[in-house]
């Protein structure tokens, strides 16, 4: 699951990403579709394989957040396809209104590749996890979730943290299992400005 290719994080033109995911969702407002982003156009980090998340907000509350974990086409393709999701697939809202495109801000966050965890137990996991900095995977079977670095800025405590993320992949707070899996991962965040 891990990823075979990093970008240097020194590269990222953050002013980029985010217009282009803007684009992205003004596109798909007209087409019901990603900004098409043809690979041979891109050059630098843009060009290079990466995974993102794309988070819109209004007035300070999660209007939509959809992402890859996995670096499977180039990062600026790879942008405009999670901001169209986040504005028109996250299933938890209704499909982004063009009365709402000026009051979104959006947020994209380019992840590191994913490093599996060894852990013997819940306890040795907690031990292990980085508060504020640790994005967080669990795998079991075909149940998957994750959360990124930002959510420990309202799940500050590492054990909440774990049961709410145990909670969004269908599990109790105090559910734990041998086939359990864990991969950890850090983002480069940009944000448009308030």
């Known amino acids: 699951m891990a990823l075979m290719h990093s970008i240097d994080r020194q ?111 819940e306890t040795d996991l907690l031990q292990q996890l980085v508060p504020g900095e640790d994005g967080l995977v669990i795998v079991e079977g075909a149940s998957r979730a994750t959360f990124l670095p930002k959510v420990w800025e309202s799940l500050p405590d590492p054990r909440q943290f774990l049961a709410a993320l145990k909670n969004k992949c269908g599990m109790r707070d105090d559910y734990w299992s041998g086939e359990l899996q864990f991969f950890r991962y850090h983002t480069t965040s940009y944000a448009e400005p308030a």
């Open 11 to 121: 590269d990222l033109p953050g002013t980029e990403l985010l217009r282009m995911a803007r684009r992205s969702i003004e596109y798909g407002l007209e087409h019901g579709m990603p900004l098409p982003v043809r690979a041979e156009t891109l050059s630098g980090a843009l060009a290079e394989p990466a995974a993102t998340f794309t988070t819109l907000k209004i007035a300070g509350q999660l209007r939509g957040c959809c992402g890859m974990l996995e670096a499977v086409r180039p990062l600026g393709q790879d942008v405009a396809y999670t901001a169209f999701q986040a504005a028109f697939r996250d299933t938890r809202f209704e499909p982004l209104r063009r009365d709402e495109l000026a009051r979104i801000r959006l947020e994209v966050s380019v992840l590191s590749p994913l490093e599996r965890m060894i852990v013997k137990d």
